[in-house]
């Protein structure tokens, strides 16, 4: 099956690559991957002057799915890059039991064993928000599945300490009374416009209108795909319970840290730390930006993984 990515612009910005869609089982639930070829086109356009560089395979944040990426998707031609939905969220079947951070790498494992075809240990990893978390553990716990890790916006201080503590556990109050009341209540709560909105508008720090006007857009259209209210709040408690200093002494192979200067999910001394943490990383701040790297900032973070993956990849 082969399906538009999200055809539309951006702020002048198209969005034309297009993907195949894979479907495979884990632990019998239906799962799929948007799987987009690398584009090997010329300077001209013509085919074939470009080579084909390592596969990346991406791992999307808290409340999304696979739409959130594809600004990077598009900005990264020379691969082949792969984005599933989680578990749960966007077109994807829950699993079985608890969805915590382990049943969340068993996951992106089983698709990196064989799950997608044509992966091998070339393949880059790519966590974003609580796909860092995710990632990192898959990779400290199989560093022969992958060369490199790639962590954009990575979660980096624990969210139930500090000055997040009490946003953190009002947030997981707001989530547990959603999974408490009456279906109908509960996920009138989850989905409601205005809460999304406001999470959008605390999240985004662009001053750009229009680009503004479309993140809110995109967090409307996709923040509230999810299965149940369960799948919702079990991954937020594994959000804000783990974070990538948890795997970081583990992270064998060259990590690429993509931070931002306004994350109000990691500061930079939090970032510096992890930086510390791994035995081979690299860290880089874009600055003026806030948690939303893959819609406000795509092509600075893309130029930054060229750059990373070139220098090992030639």
């Not at 608890?98 to 044509?118: C, I, K, M, N, S």
């Not at 609580?130 to 624990?158: K, Q, T």
């Not at 510096?272 to 874009?286: F, G, R, S």
Request: net charge negative; charged share 20%.
């Amino acid at each position: 099956m082969r399906t538009a990515a999200r055809n539309g612009s951006v702020t002048g910005i198209s969005m034309l690559r297009r993907a195949e869609v894979r479907t495979f089982t884990v632990d019998g639930s239906i799962q799929r991957c948007w799987d987009f070829p690398a584009l090997e086109t010329g300077s001209d356009g013509g085919a074939g002057g470009i080579s084909a560089k390592p596969p990346v395979f991406m791992v999307h944040g808290f409340r999304g799915d696979h739409h959130g990426l594809l600004r990077i998707v598009e900005a990264l031609p020379r691969h082949r890059v792969l984005v599933p939905d989680l578990p749960g969220f966007g077109s994807a079947e829950p699993l079985p039991g608890t969805h915590d951070v382990d049943a969340y790498a068993g996951f992106v494992r089983a698709a990196l064993e064989g799950g997608v075809p044509g992966l091998g240990p070339d393949t880059v990893l790519l966590g974003h928000s609580f796909g860092s978390i995710i990632a990192s553990r898959v990779a400290a716990e199989n560093p022969g599945l992958i060369s490199e890790l790639i962590l954009v916006n990575p979660i980096c201080e624990p969210a139930l300490e500090g000055p997040k503590a009490i946003a953190s556990k009002a947030a997981e109050l707001y989530y547990l009374a959603a999974a408490r009341l009456p279906e109908r209540l509960g996920m009138a709560l989850l989905q409601h416009p205005a809460i999304v909105r406001g999470m959008s508008i605390f999240m985004a720090k662009t001053r750009d209108p229009g680009l503004r006007r479309w993140i809110h857009g995109q967090h409307r259209s996709y923040f509230s795909a999810f299965a149940n209210r369960n799948v919702v709040l079990d991954a937020f408690r594994a959000s804000i319970s783990s974070t990538v200093r948890d795997s970081a002494a583990g992270l064998s192979m060259p990590v690429l840290l993509i931070a931002a200067e306004r994350d109000d999910l990691g500061s930079l001394a939090g970032q510096q730390k992890l930086a510390e943490l791994i035995p081979d990383a690299e860290l880089h701040v874009l600055p003026e930006v806030g948690h939303l790297v893959h819609y406000e900032a795509p092509d600075e973070a893309a130029a930054l993984m060229t750059d990373f993956l070139e220098r090992r990849h030639p």
